[in-house]
Antibody, heavy 124, light 107 residues
Framework: QVQLQESGPGLAKPSETLSLTCTVSGYSINNAYYWGWIRQPPGKGLEWIGSIYHSGSTQYNPSLKSRVTISGDMSKNHFSLKLSSVTAADTAVYYC?????????????????WGQGTLVTVSS | EIVLTQSPGTLSLSPGERATLSCRASQSVSNSQLAWYQQKPGQAPRLLIYGASTRATGIPDRISGSGSGTDFTLTISRLEPEDFAVYYCQQYGTSHSFGQGTKLEIK
């Protein structure tokens, strides 16, 4: 059974870098699939941030691309998100998730297994 | 960017009734690559439908998706208490985008 768990500080200061880690259990992330980050501001909708493929290649939401880095640590079976120059608008619940796969292939921005999410508040 | 507009914003129905949720795209969704998610308060979204009409693993057959091009529908044939939640559509054919959500509430 594949499970994902987000971890990291629940508070970030404006202009600093938000850092989160997603630990995966029940599956080795270097076997296959995309592994992604999605966020949801309080009371609002969903926004895909970006994804990393098992090979290490990445895809990012163009609206966030200049501030986002997603990386993977295969030895620890986790992947990480760094979002720089944060503002109050980056306050959200951040989810990590596994990218979906069907007969056509692997997808970076549709997700079938999700972590429980972690709230990150940007405030001084 | 493809903009997805969901309607209605809120749908008030009773258990046992039929729910019809709409998702309209500003341009044609490539290969009907449209998904639906269900989200309950305090929980992560749950994938219900992909490819516009294929149920994800473990999704009951009272939940179905249909549509192509720019118009898509999620139908729940007989509402159960656990179906009351927020539903999002998402297209993943051309880059990606999410709809703003439809809240399905108990009448």
């Amino acid at each position: 059974q594949v499970q994902l768990q987000e971890s990291g500080p629940g508070l970030a200061k404006p202009s600093e870098t938000l850092s989160l880690t997603c630990t995966v259990s029940g599956y080795s992330i270097n076997n296959a699939y995309y592994w992604g980050w999605i966020r949801q501001p309080p009371g609002k909708g969903l926004e895909w941030i970006g994804s990393i493929y098992h090979s290490g290649s990445t895809q990012y939401n163009p609206s966030l691309k200049s501030r986002v880095t997603i990386s993977g640590d295969m030895s620890k079976n986790h992947f990480s998100l760094k979002l720089s120059s944060v503002t109050a608008a980056d306050t959200a619940v951040y989810y990590c998730a596994r990218g979906f796969r069907d007969r056509s292939g692997f997808y970076p921005n549709i997700f079938d297994i999700w972590g429980q999410g972690t709230l990150v508040t940007v405030s001084s | 960017e493809i903009v997805l507009t969901q309607s209605p914003g809120t749908l008030s129905l009773s258990p046992g009734e039929r729910a019809t949720l709409s998702c309209r795209a500003s341009q044609s969704v490539s290969n009907s690559q449209l998904a639906w998610y269900q989200q309950k308060p305090g929980q992560a979204p749950r994938l219900l439908i992909y490819g516009a009409s294929t149920r994800a693993t473990g999704i009951p057959d009272r939940i179905s998706g249909s549509g192509s091009g720019t118009d898509f529908t999620l139908t729940i044939s007989r509402l159960e208490p656990e179906d009351f939640a927020v539903y999002y559509c998402q297209q993943y054919g051309t880059s990606h985008s999410f709809g703003q959500g439809t809240k399905l509430e108990i009448k």
